[in-house]
């Protein structure tokens, strides 16, 4: 089994920076696509970034040239790097992974999310 670890949450003021990081637990044959979700309070679940395991990375509109997803797969880890926050980004962020497991059984996991306030 394979359990995805976020961390790097916490509070910030408008206009800094937080790292998240979500490291991958367990054994697999392979993780592909990695994720960052969030999900505001009142609002639907939305994706922020995609990394895939080559490398290539989309990001939703609103924070394309704030925010950067980048992964180490030797360290199974993807990370969220955040800049220029603003206090509508406060939500709990999600990671997401698609994972093969041993058996080659495709998995859809996800953390159980961090944290992220920014203050006015």
């Known amino acids: 089994q394979v359990q995805l670890v976020e961390s790097g949450g916490g509070l910030v003021q408008a206009g800094g920076s937080l790292r998240l990081s979500c490291a991958a637990s367990?054994?697999?044959?392979?993780?592909?696509?990695m994720r960052w979700f969030r999900q505001a309070p009142g609002k639907q679940r939305e994706l922020v970034a995609e990394?895939?395991?080559?490398?290539?990375?989309n990001y939703a509109d609103s924070v394309k040239g704030r925010f950067t997803i980048s992964r180490d797969n030797s360290k199974s880890t993807v990370y969220l790097q955040m800049s220029s926050l603003k206090p509508e980004e406060t939500a709990v962020y999600y990671c997401?992974?698609?994972?093969?497991?041993?058996?080659?059984?495709?998995?859809?996991?996800w953390g159980r999310g961090t944290q992220v306030a920014v203050s006015s």
């Open positions: 367990g054994i697999a044959t392979s993780i592909n696509a």
């Open positions: 997401n992974a698609d994972i093969i497991l041993l058996d080659n059984t495709p998995r859809d996991s």
């Open positions: 990394i895939s395991r080559s490398g290539s990375t």
